[in-house]
């Protein structure tokens, strides 16, 4: 059974920064594009940022380019999000996502991922 679980939410403060994890199992998914989603209350999950297989590739939301680093451990099966400069509007409910497929290529569509996390809380504070 596959499971994806998120780490490393939490409440900080604007311009404070958070890392997120996200550990996979029940199958490798060394060569599987990941990726991470948010959903803030009253409003649709949004893509933020996906590596490739190969974790040659990424892929950021425009939102949160330049503060933002994904990044993927695939011997722990392991993706990560580092959140830097952290604003109010990036309070959400985090997801990590993986496709089943092999695929280099990050794609920000959430119908791209077959398996999803509980999710984690980020919460800024201003």
């Known amino acids: 059974q596959v499971q994806l679980v998120e780490s490393g939410g939490g409440l900080v403060q604007a311009g404070g920064s958070l890392r997120l994890s996200c550990a996979a199992s029940?199958?490798?998914?060394?060569?599987?594009?990941m990726g991470w989603f948010r959903q803030a209350p009253g409003k649709e999950r949004q893509f933020v940022a996906a590596?490739?297989?190969?974790?040659?590739?990424?892929s950021y939301a425009d939102s949160v380019k330049g503060r933002f680093l994904i990044s993927r451990d695939n011997a722990k099966n392991t993706v990560s999000l580092q959140m830097n400069s952290l604003k109010p509007e990036d309070t959400a409910v985090y997801y990590c996502?993986?496709?089943?497929?092999?695929?280099?290529?990050?794609?920000?569509?959430?119908?791209?991922?077959?398996?999803w996390g509980q999710g984690t809380q980020v919460t800024v504070s201003s």
């Open positions: 029940g199958r490798p998914f060394s060569s599987n594009a």
């Open positions: 590596i490739g297989g190969s974790g040659g590739r990424t």
């Open positions: 996502a993986a496709d089943r497929s092999s695929t280099d290529y990050p794609s920000g569509r959430s119908r791209a991922y077959d398996y």
